[in-house]
């Protein structure tokens, strides 16, 4: 008798560390290999072994590149993995550049003994490359044979670049991985797709509990905050995520500048990983929405305008501080658990001139949650740091959905579905959307528990 079951072993009761291996009796399918962040004894679980043989897996399909989905990818491999690894060419490109600066920054942190890391890296170079060579790639809106029992197609998730939800069928069933579903309609990206005919539905609930601002009060949002720091003359320090949220930032600015809405004031893209993928965000625009085409196809540089510096060595990005105010600073990371932004934050976060603004979700445990909650003071690098200036968050340019529209997404497909798992979420967001799903929809709506099997019959 054929069964199809999933197994939950990460992403469940927390935003990252996405991995689930949906088995048939002949075949085993990774979804997402993600790095566990955010947590103080993540670092711990990111190094222990597979909780499954690895050399049994046949196949892994990444959803996105971001480094909750990507970031096991290598220490997979040289744990044994020998199958195919599937994904968009975008995700392939994208997760190129992300798990390499990931490997620097593990190697540099190993090899400075000031840096208190004893621990080798997840991974080594000979690890990434061995990735990469089994590593392939699929279009959306495409059908592929994965072997005699399992065929995907493939949807975009319109999350980041690349996102793609991932339809596998198998014996008459269809199941469904959202990945990170996209905050529709994104400032660039093409809408996500629509998913009408599943029977089991895993998705994202990263705010699964709450909803985000409406697109006119975000962007009025987003134009007062610089012109109210522009006009105490201070610094507005955005951190910012390398992927999409960078590149919604400078396409945002753009069009501000070019409008004449804000005054030409000096702009700082302060992360070389954010410049880098900026570059294959410019090489993609057949992936972005038909407005942002066309304003391509009319001559507009999209990441690109007057007064904006890309700042290359670490020397360059200290000298900002000498640049006068006001000034816009775009750092890395996006929550604050290391990059240049760090720097910025300790001259910055000081002044009540100034303003610190974070346009994405803050995971508990990093930095920049902690800056969110608006104490008196902060620790960097071992410095007491004093919070005076004004702290600002604005979750419209998230790149998830938010608790409606993920109601919406399951109700397009509420006709065939027979389970929801509700996964990649913070405990209390996964478990208020399983109940609004439950209540409003009457659907089965589950919030798995790690490492438990769940049989789809």
């Not at 949906?22 to 190094?47: A, F, M």
């Not at 942190?109 to 990469?132: K, T």
Request: hydrophobic share 35%; glycine share 8%.
């Amino acid at each position: 008798m054929s069964k199809l079951q999933i197994t939950f072993y990460g992403g469940v009761g927390t935003v990252t560390g996405a991995n689930f291996l949906l088995e048939s009796n002949n075949t085993k399918i990774l979804i997402d290999c993600g790095l566990l962040q955010g947590t103080p004894d993540g670092v711990e679980e990111n190094r222990k072994p597979f909780p499954y043989d690895t050399k049994s897996i046949d196949y892994l399909f990444i959803t996105h590149a971001h480094m909750d989905h990507i970031g096991r990818v290598c220490k997979l491999v040289r744990d044994g993995f020998r199958g195919t690894i599937y994904s968009t060419p975008e995700t392939r490109e994208i997760a190129s550049v992300m798990i390499l600066d990931a490997l620097k920054i593990m190697d540099q942190n190993y090899r400075n003994p000031q840096n208190g890391v004893s621990e080798r890296p997840l991974y080594e170079l000979a690890d990434y490359n061995q990735a990469f060579s089994i590593w392939k790639t699929i279009e959306y809106d495409t059908q592929t044979e994965i072997n005699e029992e399992f065929s995907v197609y493939l949807k975009d998730g319109g999350h980041i670049l690349g996102s793609a939800m991932y339809e596998f069928s198998y014996n008459g069933k269809k199941v469904v991985f959202t990945g990170d579903s996209g905050n529709s309609p994104s400032p660039l990206l093409k809408n996500t797709e629509n998913v009408t005919d599943a029977d089991y539905l895993i998705i994202d609930s990263v705010y699964g509990d709450r909803n985000h601002e409406p697109k006119e009060e975000r962007d009025q949002r987003f134009k007062q905050i610089i012109l109210d720091t522009i006009e105490k003359r201070g610094a507005l320090v955005i951190p910012a995520f390398s992927v999409e949220r960078t590149q919604v930032i400078l396409y945002e600015l753009n069009n501000l500048v070019e409008e004449k809405k804000i005054p030409s004031v000096p702009v700082f893209l302060d992360s070389p990983l954010g410049s880098k993928v900026t570059n294959i965000y410019a090489r993609s625009s057949k992936d972005f929405n038909t407005g942002v085409q066309r304003e391509i196809k009319e001559g507009d540089d999209i990441f690109n305008f007057p007064k904006l510096t890309i700042t290359a060595g670490s020397g360059d990005s200290k000298q900002i501080v000498s640049i006068p105010n006001p000034k816009i600073i775009v750092a890395g990371s996006g929550m604050s658990s290391g990059g240049r932004v760090l720097w910025h934050e300790m001259q910055y976060l000081p002044d009540p001139k100034n303003t610190v603004l974070l346009m994405g979700y803050q995971a508990l445990g990093t930095l920049g949650r902690r800056i969110q909650d608006k104490p008196k003071e902060v620790e960097i690098h071992g410095q007491i740091v004093p919070i005076r200036a004004r702290i600002e968050m604005i979750s419209g340019y998230s790149s998830h959905k938010d608790s409606d529209s993920l109601v919406a997404m399951v109700e397009q497909t509420k006709a065939t579905l027979k389970k929801v798992f509700v996964v990649m979420g913070e405990p209390k967001s996964s478990t208020y959307l399983a109940q609004r799903l439950r209540d409003e929809l009457l659907v089965e709506a589950i919030y798995p528990e790690k490492g438990k099997p769940y049989l789809l019959e």
